[in-house]
């Protein structure tokens, strides 16, 4: 299994929060005070991000959730706890759930989908990979990046780039083409009987809102925030409503009133 990069603060319950595509583990950074007052926060960084060694160049989605799920349950030694993903940790995160619903008293989708990848996406993911091998990583970040906010004068925005220009060429190729292949996992909202967390921005065009609403329909307990001033990056944009509403999902979960 790959070494697995994190950081752990806070006490109690645990919230495990993976990031999304061409971040780290500090994307969570301004989110990591509030939560860990009162819970445990485990951010990781996923394989072949930030400090995490990298998988093979043909990995899948699910190869990926094994990998996590053996730092949750071996290396951490985690019998419960929620997890959270942004984005492409959100598809990480349904992949875990599948294999091992035992171990999450709750999930969370953040700007994130159970749907499989539509045709014309398979095919900009695919123009995505050779642009990257034309042009390298920077051009392709500098690009992709900035749309993911709301608001294009936000000044998280240059962070994130930073972020993002660490990212490995033979990552970004490999995590575009494991994400243009992942399967539907529907299935896993419509089976998985304890509490899923939605949150959607009213902004994004990546995972729109009346996508999320769909699916959560189909879950059980769902329960779903929007955030009216977000695209797909509310951690960033709306730092403070986003640990309002996990807050407000984990504590249930974990017997506080």
């Given at each position: 299994m790959a ?22 583990l ?20 996923l394989?072949?991000?930030?400090k995490?060694k ?8 699910d ?9 949750i ?18 598809y990480?995160?349904l ?9 999450f008293?709750?999930?969370g ?18 123009r ?9 990583v920077?051009?392709?970040v500098?690009?992709?990046i900035?749309?993911?906010?709301a608001?294009?004068a ?33 299935h896993?909202?419509k ?10 921005g ?13 699916q ?23 730092t ?10 984990v ?7």
């Open positions: 070494a697995i990069h994190y950081t752990e603060k806070g006490n109690g319950f645990t919230i495990v929060l993976l990031h999304g595509f061409c971040e780290n500090h994307i969570w950074d301004s989110l990591i005070p509030q939560l860990s007052k009162e819970f445990r926060v485990i951010t990781i960084d394989p072949g991000f930030g995490s990298g998988l093979p160049a043909s990995h899948s989605i190869d990926v959730a094994d990998v996590v799920l053996d730092f349950s071996n290396d951490r030694k985690l019998e419960a706890c929620m997890v959270l993903g942004h984005s492409l940790g959100g990480v995160m992949a875990m759930a599948e294999k091992r619903p035992d171990i008293s709750g999930i989708l953040l700007h994130s989908t159970a749907n499989a990848d539509l045709p014309e996406r398979r095919v900009a993911r695919n995505v990979i050779d642009f990257v091998k034309e042009n390298g920077a051009a392709f500098q690009s992709f900035p749309p993911l906010f608001d294009q936000n000044p998280a925005i240059a962070g994130t780039v930073e972020f993002a220009l660490g990212t490995p060429l033979s990552t970004l190729i490999s995590y575009t083409a494991a994400m243009r292949d992942r399967p539907d996992r529907n896993v909202l089976s998985y009987t304890k509490p899923v967390l939605f949150v959607a009213k902004y994004d065009s990546l995972i729109p809102v009346e996508s999320i609403e769909t959560a329909r189909q879950a059980v307990k769902a329960q779903i925030v929007v955030l009216e001033k977000s695209a797909h990056m509310a951690m960033l944009e709306q403070n409503d986003t640990a309002t509403a996990i807050l407000s999902f504590r249930p979960l974990a017997g506080h009133p």
